[in-house]
Protein backbone atom coordinates (compact mmCIF):
# COMPACT_ATOMS: atom_id res chain seq x y z
CA UNK A 1 0.00 0.00 0.00
CA UNK A 2 2.61 2.43 0.73
CA UNK A 3 4.22 1.68 -2.35
CA UNK A 4 1.35 2.39 -4.30
CA UNK A 5 0.59 5.32 -2.42
CA UNK A 6 3.57 7.16 -3.56
CA UNK A 7 3.95 5.37 -7.06
CA UNK A 8 0.94 7.48 -7.59
CA UNK A 9 1.73 10.57 -5.90
CA UNK A 10 5.35 10.47 -8.39
CA UNK A 11 2.89 9.76 -11.72
CA UNK A 12 0.61 12.04 -10.91
CA UNK A 13 3.64 14.92 -10.67
CA UNK A 14 4.83 13.58 -14.22
CA UNK A 15 1.23 14.09 -15.68
CA UNK A 16 1.07 17.52 -14.69
CA UNK A 17 4.58 18.75 -16.25
CA UNK A 18 4.59 20.59 -18.94
CA UNK A 19 6.57 18.16 -20.88
CA UNK A 20 5.35 16.14 -23.44
CA UNK A 21 8.20 13.18 -22.73
CA UNK A 22 7.42 12.96 -19.08
CA UNK A 23 3.75 12.85 -19.51
CA UNK A 24 4.03 9.81 -22.31
CA UNK A 25 6.85 8.23 -19.72
CA UNK A 26 3.89 8.15 -16.84
CA UNK A 27 1.12 6.93 -19.00
CA UNK A 28 3.59 4.29 -20.24
CA UNK A 29 4.35 3.37 -16.80
CA UNK A 30 0.48 3.32 -15.87
CA UNK A 31 -0.43 0.62 -18.55
CA UNK A 32 2.50 -1.27 -17.15
CA UNK A 33 1.40 -0.80 -13.47
CA UNK A 34 -2.17 -1.88 -14.11
CA UNK A 35 -1.15 -4.92 -15.82
CA UNK A 36 0.69 -6.37 -13.11
CA UNK A 37 -2.49 -5.79 -10.33
CA UNK A 38 -5.14 -8.15 -9.31
CA UNK A 39 -8.43 -8.32 -7.32
CA UNK A 40 -6.77 -8.48 -4.09
CA UNK A 41 -4.38 -5.02 -4.64
CA UNK A 42 -5.68 -2.53 -2.38
CA UNK A 43 -5.73 1.14 -5.00
CA UNK A 44 -5.37 4.29 -3.87
CA UNK A 45 -7.83 7.27 -5.70
CA UNK A 46 -7.13 7.38 -8.76
CA UNK A 47 -9.83 9.17 -10.27
CA UNK A 48 -7.78 12.10 -10.49
CA UNK A 49 -5.52 10.11 -13.67
CA UNK A 50 -8.87 9.72 -16.31
CA UNK A 51 -8.36 13.71 -16.63
CA UNK A 52 -4.86 13.45 -17.49
CA UNK A 53 -5.45 10.48 -20.45
CA UNK A 54 -8.80 12.61 -21.36
CA UNK A 55 -6.31 15.73 -22.06
CA UNK A 56 -3.51 13.21 -23.13
CA UNK A 57 -6.36 11.51 -26.07
CA UNK A 58 -7.48 15.27 -26.97
CA UNK A 59 -3.87 16.94 -27.37
CA UNK A 60 -3.63 19.54 -29.62
CA UNK A 61 0.28 20.01 -29.87
CA UNK A 62 1.53 21.92 -33.19
CA UNK A 63 4.40 19.26 -33.97
CA UNK A 64 2.55 15.86 -35.29
CA UNK A 65 4.28 13.83 -33.95
CA UNK A 66 4.63 14.83 -30.71
CA UNK A 67 0.63 14.87 -30.69
CA UNK A 68 0.52 11.55 -31.89
CA UNK A 69 2.86 10.24 -29.12
CA UNK A 70 0.60 11.85 -26.39
CA UNK A 71 -2.57 10.84 -27.59
CA UNK A 72 -1.35 7.15 -28.03
CA UNK A 73 -0.36 7.20 -24.54
CA UNK A 74 -3.32 9.07 -23.62
CA UNK A 75 -5.38 6.04 -25.48
CA UNK A 76 -3.24 3.63 -23.65
CA UNK A 77 -4.03 4.89 -20.45
CA UNK A 78 -7.78 4.83 -20.30
CA UNK A 79 -7.41 1.30 -21.55
CA UNK A 80 -5.42 0.41 -18.09
CA UNK A 81 -7.61 2.90 -16.58
CA UNK A 82 -10.76 0.91 -17.23
CA UNK A 83 -9.08 -2.62 -16.59
CA UNK A 84 -8.44 -1.41 -13.01
CA UNK A 85 -11.74 -0.41 -12.46
CA UNK A 86 -12.99 -3.59 -14.15
CA UNK A 87 -10.92 -5.51 -11.74
CA UNK A 88 -12.19 -3.58 -8.40
CA UNK A 89 -15.68 -3.55 -9.26
CA UNK A 90 -15.66 0.05 -9.94
CA UNK A 91 -16.35 0.49 -13.65
CA UNK A 92 -19.97 0.71 -13.61
CA UNK A 93 -20.65 3.02 -10.64
CA UNK A 94 -17.67 5.25 -12.51
CA UNK A 95 -19.74 5.27 -15.99
CA UNK A 96 -22.80 5.86 -14.37
CA UNK A 97 -21.02 9.18 -12.75
CA UNK A 98 -18.82 10.23 -15.38
CA UNK A 99 -20.18 9.26 -19.15
CA UNK A 100 -22.82 12.03 -19.36
CA UNK A 101 -22.05 15.34 -17.44
CA UNK A 102 -21.70 18.11 -20.04
CA UNK A 103 -18.75 19.56 -18.65
CA UNK A 104 -16.50 16.72 -17.17
CA UNK A 105 -12.68 16.31 -17.71
CA UNK A 106 -13.51 12.57 -16.80
CA UNK A 107 -15.52 12.25 -20.21
CA UNK A 108 -14.35 9.04 -21.59
CA UNK A 109 -16.11 9.15 -24.55
CA UNK A 110 -15.19 12.03 -26.53
CA UNK A 111 -11.74 11.08 -25.76
CA UNK A 112 -12.04 7.91 -27.19
CA UNK A 113 -14.08 8.71 -30.48
CA UNK A 114 -12.41 11.76 -31.32
CA UNK A 115 -9.61 9.68 -32.01
CA UNK A 116 -11.40 7.23 -34.03
CA UNK A 117 -13.16 9.62 -36.55
CA UNK A 118 -11.58 10.00 -39.89
CA UNK A 119 -10.39 12.97 -41.55
CA UNK A 120 -13.57 13.08 -43.68
CA UNK A 121 -16.06 12.36 -41.11
CA UNK A 122 -14.29 15.28 -39.27
CA UNK A 123 -14.50 17.44 -42.51
CA UNK A 124 -17.97 16.96 -43.18
CA UNK A 125 -18.96 17.24 -39.21
CA UNK A 126 -16.91 20.61 -39.64
CA UNK A 127 -18.92 21.61 -42.81
CA UNK A 128 -22.28 20.65 -40.80
CA UNK A 129 -21.24 23.12 -37.82
CA UNK A 130 -21.29 25.94 -40.81
CA UNK A 131 -18.93 29.20 -41.16
CA UNK A 132 -18.05 31.15 -37.73
CA UNK A 133 -19.13 35.09 -38.01
CA UNK A 134 -17.67 37.43 -40.48
CA UNK A 135 -17.83 34.48 -43.39
CA UNK A 136 -14.36 33.10 -42.95
CA UNK A 137 -14.35 29.34 -43.90
CA UNK A 138 -14.35 26.79 -40.98
CA UNK A 139 -10.48 25.77 -40.00
CA UNK A 140 -9.50 22.43 -41.20
CA UNK A 141 -9.07 19.68 -38.49
CA UNK A 142 -5.96 18.07 -38.73
CA UNK A 143 -6.31 14.52 -39.81
CA UNK A 144 -6.23 11.69 -37.29
CA UNK A 145 -3.38 9.36 -37.31
CA UNK A 146 -4.65 5.57 -38.80
CA UNK A 147 -2.94 4.13 -35.69
CA UNK A 148 -5.12 6.24 -33.25
CA UNK A 149 -7.82 5.36 -34.72
CA UNK A 150 -7.44 1.80 -34.78
CA UNK A 151 -5.82 1.97 -30.90
CA UNK A 152 -9.38 3.53 -30.16
CA UNK A 153 -11.53 1.60 -31.83
CA UNK A 154 -9.53 -1.46 -29.52
CA UNK A 155 -10.58 1.03 -26.54
CA UNK A 156 -13.58 1.38 -27.30
CA UNK A 157 -14.30 -2.60 -27.96
CA UNK A 158 -12.73 -2.99 -24.93
CA UNK A 159 -15.11 -0.95 -22.60
CA UNK A 160 -18.13 -1.95 -24.59
CA UNK A 161 -17.28 -6.13 -23.57
CA UNK A 162 -16.48 -5.14 -19.36
CA UNK A 163 -20.22 -3.40 -18.97
CA UNK A 164 -23.29 -4.62 -17.65
CA UNK A 165 -27.08 -4.39 -18.04
CA UNK A 166 -27.82 -0.76 -16.44
CA UNK A 167 -24.16 1.06 -17.66
CA UNK A 168 -24.82 -0.49 -21.53
CA UNK A 169 -27.11 2.16 -21.64
CA UNK A 170 -25.05 4.40 -20.11
CA UNK A 171 -22.73 3.94 -22.23
CA UNK A 172 -24.72 4.20 -25.46
CA UNK A 173 -26.76 7.77 -23.69
CA UNK A 174 -22.57 8.80 -24.11
CA UNK A 175 -21.81 8.09 -27.48
CA UNK A 176 -25.27 9.10 -28.77
CA UNK A 177 -24.96 12.71 -27.09
CA UNK A 178 -21.84 12.61 -28.75
CA UNK A 179 -23.24 12.04 -32.35
CA UNK A 180 -25.83 14.94 -31.75
CA UNK A 181 -23.98 17.40 -29.99
CA UNK A 182 -22.46 20.40 -32.43
CA UNK A 183 -20.39 19.40 -34.84
CA UNK A 184 -23.97 17.14 -35.41
CA UNK A 185 -21.61 13.58 -36.70
CA UNK A 186 -24.71 11.95 -38.21
CA UNK A 187 -24.52 14.01 -41.49
CA UNK A 188 -23.82 14.38 -44.43
CA UNK A 189 -23.26 10.27 -43.67
CA UNK A 190 -23.52 8.12 -41.33
CA UNK A 191 -20.34 6.53 -41.73
CA UNK A 192 -18.62 7.42 -38.51
CA UNK A 193 -21.79 6.51 -36.70
CA UNK A 194 -22.15 3.21 -38.31
CA UNK A 195 -18.38 2.72 -37.44
CA UNK A 196 -19.11 3.39 -33.77
CA UNK A 197 -22.13 1.71 -33.22
CA UNK A 198 -21.05 -1.53 -35.14
CA UNK A 199 -17.33 -1.57 -32.14
CA UNK A 200 -19.58 -1.42 -29.72
CA UNK A 201 -22.51 -4.08 -31.12
CA UNK A 202 -19.88 -6.47 -31.86
CA UNK A 203 -18.07 -6.26 -28.68
CA UNK A 204 -21.25 -6.16 -26.17
CA UNK A 205 -22.02 -9.49 -24.22
CA UNK A 206 -24.48 -10.95 -26.48
CA UNK A 207 -27.66 -10.56 -23.59
CA UNK A 208 -26.94 -6.54 -24.23
CA UNK A 209 -27.37 -6.97 -27.58
CA UNK A 210 -31.31 -6.40 -27.36
CA UNK A 211 -30.77 -3.54 -24.77
CA UNK A 212 -28.53 -1.65 -27.11
CA UNK A 213 -30.78 -2.01 -30.15
CA UNK A 214 -34.10 -1.13 -27.96
CA UNK A 215 -31.95 2.21 -26.71
CA UNK A 216 -30.58 3.36 -30.31
CA UNK A 217 -34.64 2.54 -31.76
CA UNK A 218 -35.55 4.91 -28.68
CA UNK A 219 -33.46 7.63 -30.02
CA UNK A 220 -35.90 8.56 -32.83
CA UNK A 221 -38.10 9.36 -30.53
CA UNK A 222 -36.21 12.66 -29.56
CA UNK A 223 -36.86 15.93 -31.73
CA UNK A 224 -34.18 15.50 -34.30
CA UNK A 225 -34.30 17.50 -37.31
CA UNK A 226 -35.87 15.07 -40.02
CA UNK A 227 -32.41 14.39 -41.87
CA UNK A 228 -30.47 13.22 -38.93
CA UNK A 229 -33.24 11.07 -37.94
CA UNK A 230 -33.01 9.20 -41.61
CA UNK A 231 -29.41 8.43 -41.00
CA UNK A 232 -30.19 6.92 -37.64
CA UNK A 233 -32.89 4.69 -38.94
CA UNK A 234 -30.03 3.94 -41.53
CA UNK A 235 -27.97 3.13 -38.83
CA UNK A 236 -29.61 0.79 -37.01
CA UNK A 237 -30.01 -0.97 -39.89
CA UNK A 238 -26.32 -1.42 -40.81
CA UNK A 239 -25.59 -2.40 -37.41
CA UNK A 240 -28.53 -5.08 -36.65
CA UNK A 241 -26.38 -8.41 -36.31
CA UNK A 242 -27.14 -10.51 -39.20
CA UNK A 243 -25.77 -13.81 -37.06
CA UNK A 244 -28.79 -13.12 -34.50
CA UNK A 245 -30.66 -10.16 -35.00
CA UNK A 246 -33.01 -10.50 -32.02
CA UNK A 247 -37.06 -9.39 -32.39
CA UNK A 248 -37.37 -8.20 -35.64
CA UNK A 249 -40.85 -8.26 -35.53
CA UNK A 250 -40.09 -5.29 -32.82
CA UNK A 251 -37.61 -3.46 -34.45
CA UNK A 252 -40.14 -2.91 -37.65
CA UNK A 253 -43.14 -2.02 -35.35
CA UNK A 254 -40.91 0.73 -34.12
CA UNK A 255 -40.02 1.35 -37.52
CA UNK A 256 -43.94 1.53 -38.62
CA UNK A 257 -44.49 3.98 -35.96
CA UNK A 258 -42.06 6.34 -37.47
CA UNK A 259 -43.45 5.96 -40.68
CA UNK A 260 -46.97 6.28 -39.67
CA UNK A 261 -45.92 9.37 -37.88
CA UNK A 262 -43.87 11.16 -41.31
CA UNK A 263 -47.07 10.56 -43.16
CA UNK A 264 -49.36 11.81 -40.69
CA UNK A 265 -46.73 15.11 -40.92
CA UNK A 266 -46.90 14.90 -45.00
CA UNK A 267 -50.89 14.42 -44.29
CA UNK A 268 -51.61 17.71 -41.79
CA UNK A 269 -52.69 21.08 -42.31
CA UNK A 270 -51.02 23.38 -42.98
CA UNK A 271 -49.11 21.28 -44.88
CA UNK A 272 -45.33 21.37 -44.68
CA UNK A 273 -42.24 23.23 -46.53
CA UNK A 274 -41.76 22.03 -50.15
CA UNK A 275 -38.08 21.16 -48.18
CA UNK A 276 -39.92 19.67 -45.21
CA UNK A 277 -41.86 17.83 -47.54
CA UNK A 278 -39.10 16.34 -49.34
CA UNK A 279 -37.00 15.33 -46.10
CA UNK A 280 -40.16 13.17 -45.16
CA UNK A 281 -40.71 11.70 -48.30
CA UNK A 282 -36.68 10.74 -47.94
CA UNK A 283 -37.38 9.42 -44.28
CA UNK A 284 -40.74 7.18 -45.45
CA UNK A 285 -38.22 5.99 -48.48
CA UNK A 286 -35.45 4.95 -46.23
CA UNK A 287 -37.95 3.56 -43.43
CA UNK A 288 -39.24 1.22 -46.12
CA UNK A 289 -36.34 0.23 -47.36
CA UNK A 290 -34.74 -0.37 -44.09
CA UNK A 291 -37.38 -2.85 -43.00
CA UNK A 292 -36.86 -4.89 -45.94
CA UNK A 293 -32.88 -5.19 -45.50
CA UNK A 294 -33.91 -5.77 -41.65
CA UNK A 295 -36.00 -9.10 -43.03
CA UNK A 296 -33.12 -9.97 -45.49
CA UNK A 297 -30.63 -10.62 -42.04
CA UNK A 298 -33.79 -12.88 -40.69
CA UNK A 299 -32.44 -16.41 -41.67
CA UNK A 300 -36.04 -18.12 -40.96
CA UNK A 301 -38.97 -18.08 -43.42
CA UNK A 302 -41.33 -18.43 -40.72
CA UNK A 303 -40.08 -15.23 -39.19
CA UNK A 304 -39.93 -13.39 -42.78
CA UNK A 305 -43.83 -14.56 -43.04
CA UNK A 306 -44.69 -12.99 -39.69
CA UNK A 307 -43.06 -9.94 -40.23
CA UNK A 308 -45.21 -9.84 -43.42
CA UNK A 309 -48.68 -10.56 -41.35
CA UNK A 310 -47.65 -8.25 -38.74
CA UNK A 311 -47.56 -5.47 -40.98
CA UNK A 312 -50.74 -6.56 -42.35
CA UNK A 313 -52.34 -6.34 -39.25
CA UNK A 314 -51.24 -2.96 -38.70
CA UNK A 315 -52.29 -1.72 -42.04
CA UNK A 316 -55.74 -3.19 -41.19
CA UNK A 317 -55.57 -1.20 -37.76
CA UNK A 318 -54.67 1.92 -39.31
CA UNK A 319 -57.28 1.71 -41.68
CA UNK A 320 -59.79 1.19 -39.08
CA UNK A 321 -57.97 4.06 -36.71
CA UNK A 322 -57.30 6.27 -38.99
CA UNK A 323 -60.72 5.85 -41.47
CA UNK A 324 -59.91 9.52 -43.06
CA UNK A 325 -56.14 9.24 -43.46
CA UNK A 326 -56.24 5.77 -45.03
CA UNK A 327 -59.28 6.07 -47.23
CA UNK A 328 -58.73 4.81 -50.75
CA UNK A 329 -57.53 7.18 -52.78
CA UNK A 330 -59.78 8.42 -56.11
CA UNK A 331 -59.94 6.04 -59.35
CA UNK A 332 -57.00 7.32 -60.97
CA UNK A 333 -54.63 8.01 -58.13
CA UNK A 334 -55.39 11.24 -57.68
CA UNK A 335 -53.37 11.61 -54.10
CA UNK A 336 -56.08 10.43 -51.62
CA UNK A 337 -54.70 9.02 -48.46
CA UNK A 338 -54.50 5.58 -49.35
CA UNK A 339 -51.83 6.58 -51.49
CA UNK A 340 -49.76 8.02 -48.30
CA UNK A 341 -50.98 5.19 -45.82
CA UNK A 342 -51.46 1.42 -47.71
CA UNK A 343 -48.78 2.30 -50.53
CA UNK A 344 -45.84 2.60 -47.76
CA UNK A 345 -47.13 -0.27 -45.80
CA UNK A 346 -47.76 -2.40 -48.80
CA UNK A 347 -44.04 -1.66 -50.14
CA UNK A 348 -42.69 -2.78 -46.56
CA UNK A 349 -44.73 -6.19 -46.90
CA UNK A 350 -42.87 -6.13 -50.40
CA UNK A 351 -39.46 -5.69 -49.32
CA UNK A 352 -40.08 -8.31 -46.52
CA UNK A 353 -41.41 -10.62 -48.98
CA UNK A 354 -39.22 -10.34 -51.48
CA UNK A 355 -36.39 -11.87 -49.00
CA UNK A 356 -37.75 -15.20 -48.86
CA UNK A 357 -36.08 -17.78 -50.04
CA UNK A 358 -38.94 -21.05 -49.45
CA UNK A 359 -41.63 -20.85 -48.09
CA UNK A 360 -42.55 -22.21 -44.18
CA UNK A 361 -44.42 -24.68 -44.32
CA UNK A 362 -46.69 -26.55 -47.25
CA UNK A 363 -49.49 -23.56 -47.27
CA UNK A 364 -49.52 -19.56 -47.18
CA UNK A 365 -51.01 -18.30 -44.36
CA UNK A 366 -54.63 -16.49 -45.11
CA UNK A 367 -53.66 -14.13 -42.30
CA UNK A 368 -51.50 -12.76 -45.28
CA UNK A 369 -53.21 -13.31 -48.11
CA UNK A 370 -56.76 -12.31 -46.91
CA UNK A 371 -55.78 -9.00 -45.95
CA UNK A 372 -53.97 -8.55 -49.21
CA UNK A 373 -57.07 -9.83 -51.68
CA UNK A 374 -59.34 -7.35 -49.89
CA UNK A 375 -56.28 -4.60 -51.11
CA UNK A 376 -56.65 -6.43 -54.63
CA UNK A 377 -59.64 -5.18 -55.62
CA UNK A 378 -59.36 -1.64 -54.30
CA UNK A 379 -60.07 1.79 -57.56
CA UNK A 380 -56.35 2.32 -57.53
CA UNK A 381 -54.07 1.13 -59.86
CA UNK A 382 -51.15 1.36 -58.51
CA UNK A 383 -51.98 -0.56 -55.57
CA UNK A 384 -52.93 -3.53 -56.89
CA UNK A 385 -49.89 -3.84 -58.85
CA UNK A 386 -48.44 -4.05 -55.27
CA UNK A 387 -50.67 -6.55 -54.47
CA UNK A 388 -50.17 -8.79 -57.16
CA UNK A 389 -46.06 -8.28 -56.88
CA UNK A 390 -46.78 -9.26 -53.09
CA UNK A 391 -48.46 -12.59 -54.14
CA UNK A 392 -45.55 -13.45 -56.63
CA UNK A 393 -42.94 -13.28 -54.16
CA UNK A 394 -45.00 -15.02 -51.50
CA UNK A 395 -46.26 -18.06 -53.89
CA UNK A 396 -43.03 -18.61 -55.58
CA UNK A 397 -40.28 -17.42 -53.28
CA UNK A 398 -36.70 -16.84 -54.00
CA UNK A 399 -37.28 -17.18 -58.02
CA UNK A 400 -37.49 -13.86 -60.53
CA UNK A 401 -39.57 -14.49 -63.70
CA UNK A 402 -36.09 -13.46 -65.83
CA UNK A 403 -34.61 -16.26 -63.78
CA UNK A 404 -36.93 -18.49 -64.29
CA UNK A 405 -37.78 -17.91 -67.98
CA UNK A 406 -33.89 -17.92 -68.53
CA UNK A 407 -33.75 -21.72 -67.30
CA UNK A 408 -36.73 -22.47 -69.79
CA UNK A 409 -35.01 -20.51 -72.48
CA UNK A 410 -31.82 -22.41 -72.15
CA UNK A 411 -33.53 -25.71 -72.20
CA UNK A 412 -35.62 -24.46 -75.50
CA UNK A 413 -32.73 -23.66 -77.17
CA UNK A 414 -30.72 -26.71 -76.34
CA UNK A 415 -33.82 -28.83 -77.70
CA UNK A 416 -33.51 -26.62 -81.22
CA UNK A 417 -30.45 -27.46 -81.33
CA UNK A 418 -30.93 -31.28 -81.74
CA UNK A 419 -32.12 -32.90 -78.91
CA UNK A 420 -35.77 -34.04 -79.63
CA UNK A 421 -37.70 -34.13 -76.40
CA UNK A 422 -41.17 -33.15 -77.51
CA UNK A 423 -41.49 -35.70 -80.24
CA UNK A 424 -43.98 -37.71 -78.10
CA UNK A 425 -45.81 -34.51 -77.53
CA UNK A 426 -46.42 -33.67 -81.03
CA UNK A 427 -47.90 -36.95 -81.45
CA UNK A 428 -49.97 -36.88 -78.47
CA UNK A 429 -51.19 -33.52 -79.58
CA UNK A 430 -50.92 -33.74 -83.47
CA UNK A 431 -54.88 -34.64 -83.69
CA UNK A 432 -56.04 -31.81 -81.46
CA UNK A 433 -56.96 -28.94 -83.18
CA UNK A 434 -55.38 -25.80 -82.11
CA UNK A 435 -56.56 -23.46 -84.93
CA UNK A 436 -57.62 -20.56 -83.23
CA UNK A 437 -61.47 -19.74 -83.70
CA UNK A 438 -63.67 -17.05 -82.52
CA UNK A 439 -65.26 -17.43 -78.79
CA UNK A 440 -68.62 -16.32 -77.82
CA UNK A 441 -69.09 -12.40 -76.92
CA UNK A 442 -67.86 -11.01 -80.87
CA UNK A 443 -65.06 -10.65 -83.21
CA UNK A 444 -61.80 -9.64 -82.70
CA UNK A 445 -61.53 -6.20 -84.60
CA UNK A 446 -58.17 -5.15 -86.25
CA UNK A 447 -58.06 -1.71 -84.07
CA UNK A 448 -58.30 -3.65 -80.83
CA UNK A 449 -56.21 -6.90 -81.77
CA UNK A 450 -53.62 -5.44 -84.08
CA UNK A 451 -50.37 -5.09 -81.72
CA UNK A 452 -50.83 -9.24 -80.52
CA UNK A 453 -49.02 -10.71 -82.89
CA UNK A 454 -45.33 -8.57 -83.09
CA UNK A 455 -45.32 -7.77 -79.44
CA UNK A 456 -46.91 -10.82 -77.99
CA UNK A 457 -43.21 -12.66 -79.73
CA UNK A 458 -41.09 -10.38 -77.59
CA UNK A 459 -43.06 -10.59 -74.83
CA UNK A 460 -41.77 -14.45 -74.40
CA UNK A 461 -38.23 -13.91 -74.30
CA UNK A 462 -38.18 -12.85 -71.06
CA UNK A 463 -39.96 -10.41 -68.41
CA UNK A 464 -38.42 -7.28 -69.42
CA UNK A 465 -39.20 -7.85 -73.11
CA UNK A 466 -42.62 -9.38 -71.89
CA UNK A 467 -43.30 -5.56 -69.58
CA UNK A 468 -42.01 -3.69 -72.99
CA UNK A 469 -44.92 -5.97 -74.75
CA UNK A 470 -47.52 -5.37 -73.18
CA UNK A 471 -47.01 -1.84 -72.18
CA UNK A 472 -46.45 -1.14 -76.22
CA UNK A 473 -49.86 -3.10 -76.54
CA UNK A 474 -51.59 0.01 -75.36
CA UNK A 475 -49.96 2.56 -77.42
CA UNK A 476 -49.70 0.24 -80.98
CA UNK A 477 -51.65 1.77 -83.91
CA UNK A 478 -54.24 -0.45 -85.12
CA UNK A 479 -56.25 -0.72 -88.37
CA UNK A 480 -53.69 -1.95 -90.86
CA UNK A 481 -53.04 -5.54 -89.30
CA UNK A 482 -54.81 -8.57 -90.16
CA UNK A 483 -57.09 -9.09 -87.47
CA UNK A 484 -55.61 -12.18 -84.90
CA UNK A 485 -57.89 -15.06 -84.27
CA UNK A 486 -59.47 -16.00 -80.75
CA UNK A 487 -58.67 -18.20 -78.58
CA UNK A 488 -59.86 -21.71 -79.81
CA UNK A 489 -61.72 -24.45 -77.53
CA UNK A 490 -60.78 -24.97 -74.04
CA UNK A 491 -60.97 -28.65 -75.08
CA UNK A 492 -57.88 -28.51 -77.05
CA UNK A 493 -55.74 -26.86 -74.47
CA UNK A 494 -56.96 -29.61 -72.17
CA UNK A 495 -55.58 -32.19 -74.23
CA UNK A 496 -52.52 -30.30 -74.58
CA UNK A 497 -52.09 -29.87 -70.24
CA UNK A 498 -52.78 -33.92 -70.35
CA UNK A 499 -49.95 -34.80 -72.81
CA UNK A 500 -46.71 -33.08 -70.84
CA UNK A 501 -46.81 -35.32 -68.10
CA UNK A 502 -42.86 -34.60 -68.46
CA UNK A 503 -43.17 -31.28 -67.05
CA UNK A 504 -44.77 -32.45 -63.99
CA UNK A 505 -43.27 -29.73 -60.92
CA UNK A 506 -42.84 -31.37 -57.44
CA UNK A 507 -43.88 -27.72 -56.78
CA UNK A 508 -47.55 -27.64 -55.01
CA UNK A 509 -49.81 -25.95 -57.36
CA UNK A 510 -51.30 -22.43 -56.32
CA UNK A 511 -54.57 -23.65 -55.13
CA UNK A 512 -52.86 -26.12 -52.80
CA UNK A 513 -50.72 -23.74 -51.74
CA UNK A 514 -53.31 -21.31 -50.61
CA UNK A 515 -56.31 -23.35 -50.10
CA UNK A 516 -59.30 -21.73 -49.72
CA UNK A 517 -57.89 -18.42 -51.47
CA UNK A 518 -56.67 -19.92 -54.75
CA UNK A 519 -60.33 -18.59 -56.66
CA UNK A 520 -59.76 -15.19 -54.87
CA UNK A 521 -56.29 -14.93 -56.35
CA UNK A 522 -57.45 -15.83 -59.54
CA UNK A 523 -60.01 -13.26 -59.57
CA UNK A 524 -57.61 -10.80 -58.33
CA UNK A 525 -56.03 -11.34 -61.08
CA UNK A 526 -58.80 -11.60 -63.56
CA UNK A 527 -59.70 -8.07 -62.14
CA UNK A 528 -56.31 -6.32 -62.73
CA UNK A 529 -56.60 -6.83 -66.61
CA UNK A 530 -60.57 -5.57 -66.69
CA UNK A 531 -60.55 -2.51 -64.23
CA UNK A 532 -61.62 0.27 -66.94
CA UNK A 533 -58.90 2.31 -65.06
CA UNK A 534 -55.85 -0.22 -65.08
CA UNK A 535 -53.08 1.15 -66.42
CA UNK A 536 -50.53 -0.80 -68.98
CA UNK A 537 -48.48 -1.63 -65.69
CA UNK A 538 -51.48 -3.32 -64.64
CA UNK A 539 -51.62 -5.90 -67.73
CA UNK A 540 -47.58 -6.11 -67.67
CA UNK A 541 -48.49 -7.76 -63.75
CA UNK A 542 -51.43 -10.00 -65.12
CA UNK A 543 -49.21 -11.76 -67.31
CA UNK A 544 -46.09 -11.64 -65.02
CA UNK A 545 -48.00 -13.52 -62.44
CA UNK A 546 -49.90 -16.08 -65.02
CA UNK A 547 -46.48 -16.70 -66.43
CA UNK A 548 -44.34 -17.15 -62.99
CA UNK A 549 -47.05 -19.43 -61.54
CA UNK A 550 -46.95 -21.56 -65.06
CA UNK A 551 -43.61 -21.68 -64.66
CA UNK A 552 -43.66 -22.40 -61.23
CA UNK A 553 -46.36 -25.34 -61.51
CA UNK A 554 -46.05 -25.86 -65.27
CA UNK A 555 -49.34 -28.23 -66.07
CA UNK A 556 -50.84 -28.18 -62.38
CA UNK A 557 -51.44 -24.49 -63.52
CA UNK A 558 -52.20 -24.92 -67.21
CA UNK A 559 -56.09 -25.41 -67.01
CA UNK A 560 -56.62 -23.29 -63.84
CA UNK A 561 -54.84 -20.26 -66.02
CA UNK A 562 -56.64 -21.03 -69.51
CA UNK A 563 -60.21 -19.77 -68.02
CA UNK A 564 -58.62 -16.09 -67.07
CA UNK A 565 -57.78 -15.60 -70.71
CA UNK A 566 -61.08 -16.61 -72.49
CA UNK A 567 -62.96 -14.30 -69.61
CA UNK A 568 -60.12 -11.73 -70.57
CA UNK A 569 -60.61 -11.68 -74.34
CA UNK A 570 -63.95 -12.36 -73.82
CA UNK A 571 -64.32 -8.44 -72.39
CA UNK A 572 -61.26 -7.07 -74.19
CA UNK A 573 -63.77 -7.87 -77.48
CA UNK A 574 -66.23 -6.06 -76.11
CA UNK A 575 -65.93 -2.79 -76.59
CA UNK A 576 -68.71 -1.24 -74.54
CA UNK A 577 -66.47 -2.37 -71.75
CA UNK A 578 -62.77 -1.57 -71.85
CA UNK A 579 -61.18 1.32 -73.34
CA UNK A 580 -59.30 0.27 -77.28
CA UNK A 581 -56.18 1.51 -75.99
CA UNK A 582 -56.60 -1.33 -72.93
CA UNK A 583 -58.65 -3.60 -74.93
CA UNK A 584 -55.08 -3.89 -76.92
CA UNK A 585 -53.44 -4.34 -73.85
CA UNK A 586 -55.44 -7.69 -72.91
CA UNK A 587 -54.69 -8.44 -76.01
CA UNK A 588 -51.35 -8.20 -75.90
CA UNK A 589 -51.38 -10.54 -72.60
CA UNK A 590 -53.28 -13.21 -74.19
CA UNK A 591 -50.95 -13.54 -77.52
CA UNK A 592 -48.19 -13.23 -74.89
CA UNK A 593 -48.94 -16.00 -72.83
CA UNK A 594 -50.18 -18.12 -75.40
CA UNK A 595 -46.39 -17.76 -77.16
CA UNK A 596 -44.78 -18.43 -73.23
CA UNK A 597 -46.96 -22.04 -73.62
CA UNK A 598 -45.43 -22.90 -76.95
CA UNK A 599 -41.63 -22.15 -75.64
CA UNK A 600 -42.40 -24.16 -71.95
CA UNK A 601 -44.28 -26.84 -74.10
CA UNK A 602 -42.61 -26.27 -77.08
CA UNK A 603 -45.58 -26.66 -79.05
CA UNK A 604 -44.76 -25.03 -82.54
CA UNK A 605 -48.30 -24.41 -83.15
CA UNK A 606 -48.94 -22.17 -80.33
CA UNK A 607 -45.54 -20.76 -81.28
CA UNK A 608 -47.11 -20.01 -84.52
CA UNK A 609 -50.17 -18.57 -83.03
CA UNK A 610 -48.13 -16.15 -80.41
CA UNK A 611 -45.99 -15.01 -83.92
Known amino acids: TFFSVNYVRVLKMLLESDHAELKILAAESFVGFAEVQDETTQFPDLEAFVGFFVDMCQNQNRIPETRLQLRLAG ?6 YISILDLVGELDAFLSRHIDPASSKTRIIPAILDNMMP ?6 AEHEAGAPLGGA ?7 IPGECQHLA ?6 LSS ?7 TALLNGVLQYLDAPPNKWLPHNTFAILVLKSISTSIKPQHYQIMMTRLLQHLDLPLPVPVRRQVVLTVVNV ?10 EFIDYLLRHLLKSIEICSGVPAPSAVDMQDQRALQVSIVDSIGVIS ?3 PSPLQKMEASAFIMHRLLDIKRTHPALAASSSVGGGGGGGDRIVTPLLECVLQVSQTLTKLPSDSVPSSILGPLLDLGVCDDPAIRVLVLRIIRSIIVPGKTLDQMWNIVSSKSDHSSNGSNTSGALAKSTSSSSLTPVAVSGGSTSSSSSSSSSSSAAGAAGGSGAAAAAAAGGAGGAGGSN ?3 PALSSQASFNTLASAYNSLWSPYPSVAELTGDTGSAIRDCVYQHGVATNSQPANCIHVFESLLTFLLRCKNKELQPALPILFKLQKVALSRRKLPPLLARSVHTVVGAYLLALGRVFECAELDAYGG
Open 162 to 168: RVNNITV
Open 240 to 249: INEASPGPII
Open 119 to 124: AAAVAG
Open 137 to 143: PPPQPDP
Open 296 to 298: KKV
Open 75 to 80: LKGLRA
Open 482 to 484: PPV
Open 153 to 158: SEVLRD
